[in-house]
């Protein structure tokens, strides 16, 4: 009798899982979530119709399968258990191509797409040919490594070849002065959860820029810490892994709280610092409001005339409220949102200082325009 009781309970306690988890996925179904704040990502959603042949070559069973991983009822939940299970109990070196090493995380990649760095490297070749060849601009290049550059070093993680990347954009660039920045960092210098540095550890590559470029002796000595907190970078929730949040430390003084950051799309003019960014979901975007097509910085303290035009990503965001203490005026252009080909009638590249700089992460991208 007893072991008749325990199965019904058993049987029972399937059912009501069974029902419990169907209503949840039809729930799902009927009111997909399109996007993840998470991953920030758009999520899969059913098509409106089928074709035929969607139906023959198995696309639609494949869009299907996406759809119902995307929309699992309690999906990050269960991101979070799998990841953590992985790492932490199986003991294996990362999980969806995330590691974690003394509480930093970054995401693992083993080689760079040989079709995304020569189409970036074109794009760059084509903006110098365009802008830069055959002027008295003075032309600066830099590249910013990874995390997963010093993970390889430090931890031993498989990388792409860094020497080689580094080896072709300068080949592509050659008539730009290369400035090395590789030796002037250390994971400690990146955020723990964010693939970003920290603005507050930029002393040496500030140094290194301002000896190439000739600028050091026209940055301010002084600066004055200020922390915002919590600090939830991107790898934070991309990686299910959720550990604890961080602080943001942004530096001023006279010549910082002086600047003046004008948006070209828009008009507006503001601080290169935007507190109301750092709610968001996005709060690296407190440094000049994060991914900008053309900005200027102007600095009414400047002891020069000098003028700089950057190319840059979103790494240049925290850099450049640094630099820009050393120049009249500072142009602010990321091309992953303006066409080069609009610059023309609004920059004028003659006796300017010219810096490109990017990250590695972007290199390995199609993200220029």
Wanted: aromatic share 12%.
């Amino acid at each position: 009798m007893r072991s008749k009781i325990h199965h019904l309970a058993l049987a029972l306690t399937f059912v009501v899982l069974l029902g419990v988890g169907t209503a949840l996925c039809l729930g799902r179904a009927l009111d997909p979530v399109t996007y993840s704040k998470v991953e920030k990502r758009p999520l899969a959603t059913l098509p409106s119709k089928v074709t035929k042949e969607e139906l023959l070559d198995g696309s639609a069973m494949r869009a299907f399968d996406r759809f119902t991983v995307d929309q699992f009822p309690y999906r990050e939940f269960f991101r979070s258990v799998k990841a953590k299970f992985v790492l932490y109990v199986l003991g294996m070196k990362h999980n969806n191509g995330y590691a974690v090493e003394d509480g930093s995380i970054a995401q693992i990649e083993t080689d760079f797409s040989r079709e995304n760095v020569d189409y970036s490297l074109s794009r760059l070749s084509d903006l110098y040919d365009r802008y830069l060849e055959d002027t008295d601009a003075s032309v600066y290049l830099a590249l910013i490594p990874d995390k997963n550059y010093f993970f390889a070093k430090e931890y031993g993680y498989p990388s792409p070849d860094y020497k080689s990347l580094k080896s072709q954009l300068r080949a592509t660039l050659p008539e730009a002065a290369y400035i090395e920045l590789f030796d002037t960092l250390t994971i400690e210098d990146y955020y723990k959860t964010d693939w970003h540095w920290d603005q507050s550890r930029l002393c040496n590559v500030l140094t290194r820029l301002g000896q190439s470029m000739q600028f050091a002796d026209r940055l301010p000595k002084e600066y004055t810490p200020h922390t915002l907190a919590p600090f939830c970078g991107g790898y934070h929730d991309q990686s299910a892994l959720y550990p604890p949040p961080e602080t943001l430390t942004y530096l001023t003084n006279d010549t910082i709280d002086a600047l003046t950051l004008t948006d070209y799309a828009t008009g507006t003019t503001s601080g290169v610092y935007l507190p109301e960014l750092f709610a968001s979901d996005t709060p690296y975007d407190f440094f000049m409001a994060g991914l900008q097509g053309l900005q200027r910085i102007d600095n009414p303290l400047a002891t020069t005339d000098k003028e700089l035009i950057v190319f840059r990503d979103s790494f240049g965001s925290s850099l450049l409220p640094l630099v820009a203490q050393a120049y009249r005026t500072v142009y602010v252009v990321d091309i992953r949102t303006v066409h080069p080909a609009t610059l023309g009638s609004v920059l004028d590249f003659s006796g300017k200082d010219v810096l490109l700089i990017y990250s590695t992460t972007v290199l390995n991208t199609k993200t220029f325009k």
